[in-house]
């Protein structure tokens, strides 16, 4: 058998994998309805990574040449061990990583904020999809606004920066995102819009639901004025410039316009299954490794593995009603 390496992670197409998407929890404390059933089936508790091995596969990516992490679930804050993960991780800032962030819905944000700063985050990526409280809470059929919004202002308080995540969703918030983009930039904060992916089952039909962002960004134009932005954050997002706000607003179209050749990530779910892309089934048992008689050496081999599978892109589509989802997972379960 080949010797595990120790090089940086190089795919097969010589694209330089530098981040790591680590779910904590497949559980959330919301039900949005493009990401999951009402009565979602949550993974027994057993099935889940602990700390130390979550800790220790972070440490295993670092090691590899990854400089950034970004914390996800499901909810990452509903994990009652989540911040001795963060500043366990934090330690690492400096020393070979670069950036630790997070991904959050905001309910627990307020409440948690001081100590994810003292840990080392420096920014936060909320998801919030509409300023509206009755359509938020038929969106994500919670009541929660004020608690999100509570959050986002404590962040903001506490200096961290705040970029919101919109996915956009017809019959929706589609005429509302304009509004969205001008309260975002006023309050300091980027944002970014997302089209609906189509993963996991849910109630209702996905194409329902799907807004192109070429569409949007149609719209949004009569408004404002948009200028190409050469920014990169390292993630799948291109960026523009909206004169009238002087903020940056992002886009991420996994069906419209595919980003794939840079791409620069792996996701890892909560039990430890790395997905070597998004909307793949391509996949590599980490927990596996990690529970071997060697971890270290089988976590190695699985990441080399990981590398000479990822393939070149995704084949995401919703062009009719009635289809199926492109893979049978949630993206609660894959981690956003």
Not at 21 to 38: A, F, G, Q, W
Not at 91 to 103: A, C, Y
Not at 261 to 288: I, K, M, P, S
Request: aromatic letters at 4%.
């Amino acid at each position: 058998m080949n010797q595990p390496s120790r090089q940086p992670l190089v795919d097969q197409f010589q694209r330089r994998i530098s981040y790591l998407r680590l779910s904590v929890i497949d559980r959330c404390d919301l039900r949005c309805t493009y990401c999951m059933p009402e009565r979602q089936t949550f993974l027994p508790k057993s099935e889940v990574l602990s700390l130390e091995e979550l800790h220790k596969l972070a440490l295993g990516f670092i090691g590899r040449g990854v400089r950034k992490i970004r914390l996800t679930g499901g909810e990452p804050l509903v994990r009652r061990d989540m911040i001795e993960l963060v500043r366990a991780l934090g330690r690492k800032l400096g020393d070979g990583l670069d950036e630790l962030t997070i991904t959050t819905n905001g309910t627990r944000l307020a409440e948690f904020v001081d100590d994810l700063r003292e840990a080392g985050i420096r920014r936060v990526n909320v998801s919030l999809d509409t300023l509206n409280r009755e359509k938020f809470a038929r969106i994500a059929r919670r009541d929660q606004l004020p608690q999100v919004l509570e959050g986002i202002a404590a962040a903001r308080e506490a200096g961290l920066a705040v970029k919101i995540n919109t996915v956009a969703l017809k019959g929706e918030n589609e005429g509302e995102i304009g509004d969205l983009v001008a309260w975002a930039h006023g309050a300091g904060h980027e944002i970014t819009l997302i089209e609906v992916m189509p993963l996991g089952e849910v109630e209702g039909d996905r194409y329902d639901h799907y807004l192109p962002l070429t569409q949007v960004r149609s719209g949004l134009e009569q408004r404002f004025t948009l200028t190409e932005d050469t920014h990169r954050s390292g993630g799948p997002a291109r960026y523009w410039h909206v004169e009238e706000t002087g903020g940056r607003l992002g886009l991420i179209t996994p069906l419209t316009s595919n980003f794939c050749d840079g791409c620069n990530r792996v996701r890892v779910t909560a039990t430890g299954q790395l997905f070597a892309c998004l909307g793949g089934r391509e996949q590599v048992d980490l927990r596996a490794a990690l529970r071997s008689e060697e971890p270290e050496s089988a976590l190695e081999a699985a990441l080399d593995e990981a590398m000479r599978i990822k393939p070149a892109r995704h084949h995401f589509e919703i062009n009719r009603p009635g289809a199926e989802p492109a893979l049978p997972r949630h993206m609660s379960m894959t981690g956003g």
